[in-house]
Structures are given as C-alpha cells and as structure tokens.
C-alpha cells in the first residue's frame, strides 16, 4: 500500500505568476513523457518483473515519479495562481481555463489530454525495461527543452532537479536491465 | 494477547491496526475535534509503530526512502512483494 508525505522531494517556489511557462511546464504533468506517465508506467509494469531486485526498481522509481508529479503540479499551481485573465489569453491557455480554469488537470502543453497509449506493459521485461530507459532519455530531453523555454530561474532550479532524477533513473534501468538479461540468460536457451 | 510466531501473522495485526488507523484519520478529517476518534487514533498509531518495528526487525523493511532502516545486506528488494500471494 501507500502512504502520503506532507512534503515535496523538492522545495518549489516561482518569481511570480507566469501564465506562459506554466502552459509548456504542464506537459510533464500529463503529456507523452511525463511524470503520471512514468509513475504508471513503471508501477504497471512492476508485477511481472522476473527478478525481486528488478521489482523493487519500479516500485521505488514509479513512486518518486509521483513525487515529481507532484513537484511538476506545485509548479504549474504557483505560476497559474496569480494570473490575470489578460495574461492567460496571453498565454494562449484560455481553452484550458474555459474547462479548468487554475485548476490542475492531465494535458500537454497543448491541451492534449493524457491517453494510457503513452505507456506500455509488454510483460516481457527486456522490451519493457528498454522502453523504461527511452522514457526516462525522452523526459531528461523535455526538461531541457522547458528549461530553454524558461524565464523564470526559480522554476528553471526545481527543472534541473527533475532532469537530473531522470539520469539517475537511466542508469537504474540499465544496471536492472543487466540484472534480468544476467538472470534470463541462466534460465532460457533460444 | 499471545505474542505473533510467525510474519503472516504478524503481519495481519498489522494491516489490521493500519487499517483501523485509516479509516479513524478520514474520519478525523471531517470530525477533527473529536477527542475520542482523537485519543483512539493516536493509540492505534503507537501501537501500529511498535508492532511494525518488531515486524521490520524480524522480517526487513516494510518502507523505502529512508522510512526504514536495513541489515546488510540491503533487504529491500528480497522477495516476497505483496502481491505475490
């Protein structure tokens, strides 16, 4: 089971409100490679993993992913907070805010809502831990697009943490990746 | 009560007091002056926390990120998970 930690993996704060970051910031919420992807990608994926070592990777990493989720949210809470309707229209965000308003919900940064397509769970762990390695390489390559995107350096703080965590994440998955092949190759001749 | 022999049935008596301590917090979020759920709730938390570290002692760690401490070696990912019934 789950249990809630009153606290963010991360101290988040923002220069102020900042309608057109938070409208490209929010793909790490619900877009392609974002973190609800990654944490349900991985927490999915975790039950028919051949190994125990390889179990406990994606159930440690999927639940930091929600942790960055919930990074990702406070950023996109604080920078929409204070917003003017002027400076959302501005933004170009007023679809979102017609069905929304600042509230937090699963779109791209171009409103495109999250689909369970984004991910998969193959149940064969060689194909599932490479597409593991590809996201975390697809999410380090977002952070540095948003932090390019940035003109906030409180904000572009909190994103060099998220693209680090996802280099961090990279190479768990390659030494599990090597633990399943070690493992498989002891048991299977094809 | 007779002292738990074994991890399932240690285990039980936790999920059990977890259990109890669930639905008494959603009940105190709505009903936070109630000094009786109150007084009720953090009983079962003692308890909860004790039991879980005669758990942990015995059996491993039931938390990651730093919540539990490990013997060498690193007991975390040794088999069971919960869902291996």
């Known amino acids: 089971m789950w249990v809630y930690e009153k606290k963010l993996e991360y101290p988040v704060r923002v220069s102020g409100p900042n309608a057109k970051l938070a409208k490209t910031v929010i793909t790490q919420y619900g877009g392609p490679d974002g973190e609800l992807a990654a944490s349900l990608r991985y927490l999915t994926q975790r039950y028919t993993m051949p190994t125990s070592q390889a179990k406990g990777v994606l159930t440690d990493i999927g639940t930091e992913e929600l942790a960055h989720m919930e990074i990702v949210a406070a950023l996109v809470y604080n920078l929409v907070k204070g917003a003017t309707i002027s400076e959302i229209k501005a933004a170009g965000m007023e679809g979102y805010y017609a069905d929304h308003d600042r509230a937090l919900y699963f779109v791209n940064g171009d409103g495109v809502p999250w689909i369970a397509s984004y991910i998969q769970s193959k149940g064969d762990p060689i194909a599932d831990l490479h597409e593991n390695m590809a996201a975390e390489e697809k999410a380090r390559a977002t952070y540095e697009h948003l932090i390019n995107l940035s003109d906030d350096p409180l904000v572009t703080d909190v994103l060099r943490f998220l693209r680090e965590r996802e280099v961090v994440h990279f190479q768990r998955f390659g030494e599990t990746l090597n633990i399943v092949h070690d493992f498989l190759n002891c048991r299977k001749v094809w | ?85």
């Open chain 2, 1 to 85: 009560m007779r002292a738990p022999v074994n991890r399932e049935e240690l285990l039980l008596r936790i999920q059990a007091l977890q259990f109890t301590a669930v639905d008494l917090g959603l009940y105190l979020n709505t009903h936070p002056n109630d000094t009786r759920a109150l007084a009720d709730y953090n009983q079962i938390s003692a308890a909860l926390a004790q039991t879980r570290a005669a758990y942990e002692q015995a059996f491993g760690p039931l938390m990651n990120f730093g919540q539990s401490q490990s013997r060498c070696r690193w007991a975390w990912v040794d088999e069971p998970w919960p869902w291996e019934a």
